[in-house]
């Protein structure tokens, strides 16, 4: 849906300082011109509950980070952001990646579909959901929204084929 | 591997850091390690990691050291927590930032529910025999690595290994506090976090 340079540009754009993640079929596409980019640093990490963490660091030392994995990596990670964004209350926003939303000729009836959004709500996540390429502005209104009221947020990506 | 005959207290482990940490250091410790550094007293630049998501200290203190890289970041974890996220040796080497140093106490067990031993204990494996953390460390692409069990020489090299370049592991073999609890949150962890934020925002903006 988006291409990398424009994801990397409008991170730019954003002030992200450090984008933590984990690469899917999607996301990883997008990574080369994130790495690229002379005012982001990529941080790559093994598992999703380890994002989060390296992002709380990044924050409390004075960057923004931004957390871009896959919706499995959302479920995988639940202690984790829930420690940092609920207890810690870091103001973290991810932007994570809706699989098998656009298509699911990969995985028919992928239950991704199924728990995504539900989850979201069970952690209080405030998220918008951008199911469109003329939606990428949203993401950057929906960061600045959650940056001024100082919690975290997401934008939630609808991904092709998985 | 069998569990080392010589393992120094936790509180004398600690006090060594103590002593060698310098007060512009980022000191995060987690578990029984949050409960003995706060017992020997917290800097403004520390984070006792409680509440915590058990095993993030890793992964806090390669974000921190990522986005302070002049400054030096020390975390302490437990041998159970760093069981838990495994993957985050490998982040941290990915990264490689030269200001980190990671240090596992390993006694075998997860102390604060009561003395269970870890998957990882030579007493909970079908064969006897506990899990290599140095090899792991060394596997994982550490640049420096070092084992202590004893407190007198931990002591003695702390000064050494904290100068330095990292990312640095330490293991050090410490043995159980018997009838150890959990540690006490010293207040709000919001609050708290805000308050490091914003000293580390403000010494960041200094150099």
């Known amino acids: 849906m988006f291409s990398g340079r424009a994801i990397a540009e409008l991170f730019a754009a954003m002030g992200i300082t450090h984008v933590v993640t984990i690469a899917d079929s999607t996301i990883g596409a997008w990574h080369p011109a994130i790495e690229a980019s002379p005012d982001l640093q990529l941080v ?20 923004t980070p931004l957390v871009l994995i896959q919706c499995t990596g959302l479920f995988e990670s639940g202690d984790s952001l829930r420690n940092i964004l609920h207890d810690w209350r870091m103001p973290i926003f991810a932007v994570i990646g809706y699989r098998s939303y656009l298509n699911q000729s990969t995985l028919p009836g992928d239950t991704c579909l199924v728990f995504t959004e539900p989850v979201l709500d069970a952690w209080n996540l405030d998220y918008r959901l951008i199911t469109s390429s003329a939606q990428l502005s949203e993401i950057r209104e929906h960061y600045d929204a959650c940056r001024l009221a100082g919690k975290p947020g997401v934008a939630l990506v609808a991904e092709g084929k998985a | 591997m069998n569990q080392p005959a010589l393992q120094m207290p936790l509180h ?6 103590h002593r060698a940490r310098a007060p512009e250091d ?30 993030t200290a890793p992964s806090i203190g390669l974000g921190l050291a990522l986005a ?13 927590a760093t069981l838990m996220h ?3 040796l490998v982040s941290i080497t990915a ?12 006694n075998g067990v997860y102390e604060v529910t009561g003395a269970q031993p870890t998957p990882g204990a030579a007493r909970a494996r079908a064969d006897g025999s506990s899990v290599d953390f140095i090899g792991m460390a060394r596997a994982c692409g550490f640049r420096s690595i070092f084992r ?3 407190a007198g020489q931990w002591a003695r090299e702390v000064d050494r290994i904290l100068a330095t370049e990292g990312p640095n592991f330490v293991l050090l073999d410490v043995s159980p506090v018997p009838g150890a609890v959990g540690p006490r949150s010293p207040g709000p962890a919001a609050a708290r976090a805000r308050d490091l934020h914003r000293a580390l925002s403000r010494e960041a903006s200094r150099d």
Do not use: H
């Not at chain 1, 790559?44 to 990044?58: F, P, S, T």
């Not at chain 2, 004398?12 to 850091?17: K, N, P, V």
């Open chain 1, 44 to 63: 790559r990490v093994c598992r999703e509950g380890e994002a989060w963490a390296v992002a709380a660091g990044l924050y409390l030392g004075g960057a």
């Open chain 2, 12 to 17: 004398d482990a600690l006090l060594a850091l």
């Open chain 2, 26 to 55: 980022v000191v995060i410790t987690s578990m029984g390690a949050a409960r003995e550094w706060m017992a020997l007293g917290a800097g403004p630049l520390d984070l006792p990691l409680v509440p915590s998501s058990m095993g």
């Open chain 2, 68 to 80: 302070q890289p002049g400054r030096r970041v020390i975390v302490v974890n437990g041998d159970g």
């Open chain 2, 86 to 88: 495994l993957g985050a």
């Open chain 2, 95 to 106: 990264a490689a930032p030269a200001n980190l140093t990671l240090i596992v106490q390993d």
């Open chain 2, 148 to 150: 202590f069990s004893d």
